[in-house]
């Protein structure tokens, strides 16, 4: 099974920032739309932002100004940068490659009020 290898994560306090890594090098495009994507326990995974080939952005609106994806081409990693994290963002993080339909395995981030 391809899966795609994320980095960062972790426990913050509301308000506080965390940043989330996807490394795609060797195993997809580096010109795929790639995306994150949060699931909480219950809930049905939510698409949080993507970026495509072109670096054009889209975000959930609960997310727009606190959150930034960014991709580096060279490196072929796309990166989720959380500032001013609540406690509603607390969730499992998933990037995906749209255009293959790969994941990567899932971080915890935990935002503590």
């Known amino acids: 099974q391809v899966q795609l290898v994320q980095s960062g994560g972790g426990l913050v306090q509301a308000g506080g920032s965390l940043r989330l890594s996807c490394d795609a090098s060797?195993?997809?495009?580096?010109?795929?739309?790639m995306g994150w994507y949060r699931q909480d326990p219950g809930k049905q995974r939510e698409l949080v932002a993507t970026?495509?080939?072109?670096?054009?952005?889209t975000y959930i609106q609960s997310v727009e100004g606190r959150f930034t994806i960014s991709r580096d081409y060279a490196k072929n990693t796309v990166d989720l940068q959380m500032n001013g994290l609540k406690p509603e963002d607390t969730a499992v993080y998933f990037c995906?490659?749209?255009?293959?339909?790969?994941w990567g395995q899932g971080t915890q981030v935990t935002v503590s009020s």
């Open positions: 970026i495509s080939s072109s670096g054009t952005t």
């Open positions: 995906y490659d749209l255009n293959m339909g790969y």
């Open positions: 060797g195993i997809t495009s580096s010109i795929n739309t």
